[in-house]
């Protein structure tokens, strides 16, 4: 039996058992219909679950998958929102994220923890025998808390590896799928220093054209060298328009396997990895990724249970006719193949890819350390993929840190001299990179702070406090909603955080960034023998402003 194929056969045969193994419930009783998959391809990370559909709204029950005890509950006006972990048995750990709240018993113990702290972010292990809880108990309400753009539940299954895997391999055989992934662009790449494809040196788009069995054929092109390929792909799930990502792609030359890629599960140390997964150069002009059948440099994805030695670099030799053949496959198994013919001839070159004029070597593998006119910057070992020549300059204010188009993978320092800015400014004055703010100390004359990004870098001060503003009462007012709603803004480094009392005592605020709105529940608080209010409310931004808002009012 070919060895490639015993290879998929027993990574298939590993994926099955683990399924058996465990296998968790829906976690919602709603049909499974997805908005995303495991693994879709995100900026600077792998999508870490499925993402249910909850019907386009916000309170539906949460249900364990299985049964366990609650191990995590952590939240934060970003990222994962409000979040659920439940241990079970066998090791496995499902997470409910962008949670509205949570169930009674659980929300009371998160409010009573978050008044004890005077924090609205919190993270909390509770022992095992607090909440311990049955396949199918309720423990959350959906919502659409963090980073997320719509009201959803994302579900995860993690290891106690810290490996994210695919839900699919546990089951949820419910959810349907006939339609094979779309693949909406192709590209062929030059690879090595003497290779091109057609006239270019730079990334060549591919076009092709369905045929009468289904399968794609691609316009014949010529190459020579070492080449490479990428593709741009989503797929839909039966029952819902969204685009989803992709399962399985594989790359076949002359009908032999050189890669196959497989989202079966993504070490979240190593999500990262994705910006040597994908064109990150397109992905910065067009923000649409695509996603390499070739191994680059410096990834270390386990994601490949077919890889040549060649790491899918395909050298393509003078007067030989090829076959690359690309094949994209969603979780069911629907596939879409195409077929590239190829023929080696050398044209004439019309478009070299760029020189690069950059002033220093990059040793990725070395810690790099350089000191600039205004400044210095220190790259600790794998900061970057791989050996690079960036360009390194400062004057002033500012410093030009290689190409924002170049992906690195670890946070490095850099710091500023301070040549203006006054002893009672500095607190005030930060690092930034095109108007984000950097988290920026002061020391010995420089500003320092710890990035994870290329480019202009600049020193800005920040002296101006946000703007709170109330949105449903008025001060000497009478208010008769059970919950205070404000307003924050800040134009420059950023809003942080707020602090809130009422008649003295610290309140809970939630902050809402996808509207920049902060909410007060008088739930929260045992009512006041009197019926007037006194309310001050301080929001800080990240340079260490402070706006206050105060208001008096009856209820």
């Not at 439940?86 to 962008?98: D, E, F, R, S």
């Amino acid at each position: 039996m070919n060895k490639k194929l015993i290879i998929i056969l027993l990574s298939l045969v590993t994926c099955m058992a683990m399924g058996q193994a465990f296998q968790p419930a829906m976690p919602l009783n709603t049909p499974p219909l997805l908005a995303g998959n495991f693994a879709e391809l995100r900026p600077n990370h792998f999508h870490g679950g499925l993402d249910f559909k909850t019907l386009g709204k916000e309170g539906l029950e949460v249900l364990a998958a299985q049964d366990g005890y609650v191990s995590r509950i952590k939240v934060s006006p970003y990222g994962y929102g409000k979040t659920l972990y439940i241990t079970h048995a066998n090791g496995y750990v499902t997470t409910y994220n962008h949670l509205q709240k949570y169930a009674p018993e659980i929300e009371a113990f998160v409010k009573k923890k978050q008044y004890e702290k005077q924090s609205y972010d919190i993270d909390i292990i509770p022992t095992e025998d607090m909440f311990v809880v049955k396949k199918g108990d309720w423990v959350a309400v959906s919502g659409n808390t963090g980073g997320s753009q719509g009201p959803h539940l994302h579900f995860e299954v993690r290891d106690t590896s810290n490996n994210g895997w695919n839900p699919l391999l546990f089951g949820f055989n419910d959810i349907e799928d006939s339609t094979p992934p779309e693949v909406t662009e192709l590209f062929a790449y030059s690879l090595s220093e003497d290779a091109q494809v057609e006239e270019t040196q730079l990334p060549r788009q591919i076009h092709k054209t369905k045929q009468p069995d289904g399968t794609y054929l691609a316009n014949k092109i010529s190459a020579i060298g070492t080449i490479g390929f990428g593709f741009s792909a989503y797929d839909r799930q039966d029952g819902t328009a969204h685009k989803n990502g992709i399962y399985k792609a594989t790359l076949q030359l002359n009908g032999e396997t050189q890669l196959v890629s497989a989202f079966d599960k993504v070490n979240f140390d190593d999500t990262r990895y994705i910006n040597v997964l994908v064109d990150y150069p397109h992905y910065i002009d067009h923000k649409g990724f695509v996603q390499l059948l070739y191994k680059a440099p410096g990834n270390k994805l386990e994601i490949y249970p077919v890889l040549n030695p060649n790491n899918g670099y395909l050298t393509i030799a003078e007067g030989q006719q090829y076959t690359v053949t690309v094949i994209v496959e969603d979780f069911k198994g629907n596939a879409t193949r195409i077929n590239i013919p190829i023929e080696g001839a050398r044209t004439e070159l019309k478009t070299p890819r760029p020189e690069n004029k950059g002033n220093t070597e990059i040793i990725a593998s070395r810690d790099n350390y350089y000191e600039l006119p205004n400044g210095n910057v220190y790259f600790p070992e794998n900061t970057f993929y791989e050996n690079i020549k960036i360009s390194l300059s400062g004057e002033g204010e500012s410093v030009q840190i290689g190409d924002y188009k170049t992906p690195i993978h670890k946070f490095y320092t850099l710091s500023i001299k301070n040549t203006k800015y006054k002893d009672d400014e500095v607190s005030r004055v930060y690092i930034s990179r095109g108007g984000s703010f950097e988290p920026t100390v002061y020391k010995d004359g420089f500003f320092t702070a710890r990035v994870r990004g290329l480019g202009r870098f600049s020193l800005r001060k920040d002296e101006t406090p946000p703007v709170v503003k109330a949105l449903n009462f008025k001060n000497k007012g009478i208010v008769k909603a059970d919950v205070l709603k404000l307003s924050v803004s800040d134009n420059l480094s950023g809003f942080s955080h707020c602090s809130a009392t009422l008649n003295g005592q610290w309140i809970l605020f939630e902050y809402e960034p996808k509207n920049h709105t902060l909410k007060f529940n008088f739930a929260d608080i045992t009512p006041s023998d009197s019926n007037s209010y006194d309310l001050e409310v301080k929001a800080f931004d990240k340079a260490g402003n402070v706006g206050t808002l105060k208001a008096t009012f009856t209820r």
